[in-house]
C-alpha cells in the first residue's frame, strides 16, 4: 500500500535549520527559526514557569485523564485573558472553550467544528500568512481563499484593498485575522481599523476567526486582546484561537486554546459540546502538564504578577531590538528605509530582499532566514547586530 506515497520536500523552514546546524561558522547568525530567544540565543524558561511547575508536581496525585475539554481551571484562565473578565459573552455564557495540544492543535479543531457546522465554508487567509495556516485548515476540509493584506512595497496594511475585497464576501464566511504580532510581516491592525473591521462584518454576516499566538507581545496582554474584544462585544459570531508557546515560553508542552462565541448560552452550550466531540475525534484527550502550569500562573497574584514581568522584559527587547536594527542600518546609509521594522511588533518583518540576496547572506556571509526574507528580530543581540547589518547592506 504505501509504495504508492512519493517522498516530500522538506518543510521550508526545517530545511533552514537544518543548514544552520551543519554550518561550521562561528560567525554564523540564525534568523530563521520562530521561537524567541534572550541575548543568548536561548529559549529560556520562565522562572514564573519553573516556580508553577514545581507546584504543580507537589501538588499532583494523579496522572489520569483531565478530561475532554482539557484543565477547566486554564480554560477559564485563558478566556478571562482574551476576552477580559467580565466581558458581556462571558457574562452571558456565550463562549465555548476546549484546552488543546497548542495553537496548532486549537486550529484543527476549530476548523473542524466549523465543516461539521457548515460543510462548504470558505476561510479567507491573509497575503502573507503563517504557513501552517493553509495545510491545517486544508487538512480539515474547508475550502481556503486570499484576502489582500500586506502591501510589501510600502512595507505596511493594504487596509482599502482588504476592505474592498470583505465588502464582497458572502454572509458566513470566515477572515482568519492575527490578533497581533502578525506572522510573517509584523504589521499589525490599530484599533480604528479593529472597529473598521467589526462594523463591516456585523454588516455583511462575516464571522471573524481570530488567532491569538502573541497575546503580550506587542504592546502588553491588554492591549494585545483589542481586537478579540471587539469582536466579541458586536458580533453574534467568533471563533478564537489562542496559544501559550510564545508568551510563557511553552513550546514543547503544547499549550493552546480553540474558542466559539454563539448568539446565546444555548448555541453556546451546542458549540461546546461539538468542541469537545471533535477534539476526542482527533486526539481524545489534551495534555495536562502545560495547562496546569498555565493555570497555576493565571490564578496566583505572585505568580502572574512575576510573568506580567517577564512577559514585559520580552516585549521591551523584541522592541528595542527593531529599533537598534534600524539604527545600525540608518549608520551604515542603507541604501533603504528600514524604519518601518521599528513600527512593527512581535518577533517576524519582512527585509524586503530577494531570494538571491537572502541565499548570498546565507552562503557568503551565514545569515540564514527564509527565503521570503523573514527575519525573526530575536535572533538579533549586541554581540551580532553590527554583523548582520554590515552583511544585509554588503548584499544591498
Not at 74 to 96: C, I, S, T, W, Y
Not at 136 to 148: D, K, S
Not at 367 to 385: C, D, F, L
Request: charged share 25%.
Amino acid at each position: 500500500m504505501f509504495q504508492t506515497l512519493e517522498p516530500l520536500p522538506p518543510d521550508a523552514i526545517i530545511g533552514i535549520m537544518a543548514l544552520f546546524r551543519q554550518d561550521e561558522d562561528p560567525r554564523k547568525v540564525d534568523l530563521s527559526v520562530g521561537v524567541y530567544q534572550d541575548e543568548n540565543g536561548n529559549t529560556p524558561v520562565l522562572e514564573c514557569v519553573r516556580q508553577a511547575e514545581q507546584r504543580v508536581l507537589q501538588a499532583q496525585k494523579t496522572k489520569s485523564y483531565v478530561g475532554i475539554a482539557g484543565n477547566a481551571d486554564f480554560n477559564q484562565g485563558m478566556e478571562a485573558m482574551l476576552f477580559g473578565a467580565d466581558h458581556p459573552v462571558r457574562k452571558a455564557g456565550r463562549v465555548a472553550s476546549v484546552q488543546t495540544p497548542g495553537g496548532s492543535g486549537g486550529l484543527s479543531v476549530a476548523a473542524h467544528t466549523i465543516v461539521r457546522a457548515q460543510p462548504d465554508a470558505r476561510v479567507w487567509l491573509s497575503d502573507p500568512s503563517w504557513p501552517n495556516h493553509l495545510p491545517l485548515l486544508r487538512l480539515a476540509g474547508l475550502q481556503l481563499e486570499q484576502y489582500p493584506y500586506y502591501d510589501y512595497e510600502n512595507h505596511g496594511i493594504d487596509f482599502d484593498a482588504m476592505m474592498a475585497t470583505f465588502d464582497e464576501l458572502r454572509a458566513g464566511d470566515l477572515v482568519l485575522l492575527h490578533g497581533c504580532c502578525h506572522n510573517p510581516c509584523g504589521a499589525d491592525l490599530s484599533h480604528h481599523q479593529w472597529e473598521a473591521l467589526a462594523a463591516l462584518f456585523e454588516a455583511r454576516g462575516i464571522v471573524p476567526f481570530l488567532d491569538l499566538a502573541y497575546q503580550g507581545l506587542a504592546e502588553g496582554l491588554e492591549e494585545d486582546a483589542y481586537g478579540v474584544r471587539v469582536m466579541a462585544e458586536r458580533l453574534d459570531e467568533v471563533v478564537v484561537v489562542a496559544s501559550c508557546s510564545k508568551n510563557l515560553g511553552l513550546y514543547r508542552e503544547r499549550v493552546g486554546m480553540a474558542s466559539i462565541v454563539s448568539k446565546d448560552a444555548e448555541q453556546a452550550r451546542a458549540a461546546q459540546s461539538n468542541l469537545g466531540n471533535v477534539a476526542r475525534g482527533i486526539y481524545s484527550m489534551p495534555p495536562d502538564h502545560g495547562a496546569a502550569i498555565t493555570a497555576c500562573v493565571l490564578q496566583d497574584d505572585e505568580l502572574r504578577a512575576l510573568w506580567i514581568n517577564e512577559l514585559g522584559q520580552m516585549r521591551e527587547r523584541l522592541n528595542d531590538l527593531r529599533r537598534l536594527l534600524v539604527d545600525k542600518l540608518e549608520q551604515r546609509n542603507a541604501p533603504r528605509d528600514y524604519s518601518f521594522i521599528a513600527n512593527e511588533r512581535g518577533m517576524f518583518s519582512f527585509l524586503g530582499i530577494s531570494r538571491e540576496q537572502v541565499i548570498r547572506l546565507r552562503e557568503e556571509f551565514h545569515v540564514y532566514m527564509v527565503e521570503s526574507s523573514r527575519i525573526n528580530v530575536a535572533g538579533i543581540n549586541q554581540s551580532n547586530v553590527d554583523y548582520v547589518a554590515d552583511a544585509i547592506v554588503a548584499v544591498l
